[in-house]
């Protein structure tokens, strides 16, 4: 039997249902069950990761060191990009922030991925693949700024 385009599958949804409290037959997330809140955790833990890469990037773009460079000012070159010693000083605990924020994500959303991966499956498309990738990119987020953190404390 077919079902309409983006509906799950009536059987595995009452599976679904039996298994984890907190989804309707559209297997969307009912407010109040631990699903839902799974799912706003690493919502959250996703813009304050954003923010904390905007906050870094905005940062950066404000610390950049102009042509002609100072000669009494001590610098260096991160990602391609040449900073005072003062703004080394500045981004280094921005990088860090973003880093372990884009961590916690990763681990969130992964955790999110295990407990609830039968429920993204059954959503059809390429929803776990989606969120997998999501996961993915957080965690090498996290790594990314890590590094950064390390090469702008070298300036520092």
């Known amino acids: 039997m077919s079902y309409p385009p983006n509906q799950p599958d009536p059987a595995v949804v009452a599976g679904l249902q039996k298994r984890f409290s907190g989804l309707d037959n559209n297997l969307t997330y009912q407010p109040g069950h631990r699903i839902h809140n799974a799912y706003t ?15 870094y990037k905005d940062e950066a773009q404000r610390q950049k060191a102009s042509k002609p460079y100072d000669p009494n ?9 040449t900073y005072y010693q ?18 916690e ?12 991966g039968d429920v993204l499956k059954a959503k059809g498309g390429n929803t776990y693949q989606t969120h997998v990738a999501a996961a ?16 702008h404390q070298k300036h520092s």
């Open 41 to 55: 955790t690493y919502k959250a833990a996703d813009a304050s990761a954003g923010a904390a890469s905007r906050a």
């Open 73 to 81: 000012q001590k610098r260096g070159t991160v990602g391609g990009v």
């Open 86 to 103: 003062a703004g080394h000083q500045v981004l280094a605990p921005r990088a860090g922030d973003a880093s372990k924020k884009a961590g």
């Open 105 to 116: 994500h990763a681990n969130k959303r992964a955790g999110f991925n295990s407990m609830y």
């Open 136 to 151: 993915d990119a957080a965690k090498a987020s996290s790594e990314k700024y890590d590094r950064l953190k390390k090469q």
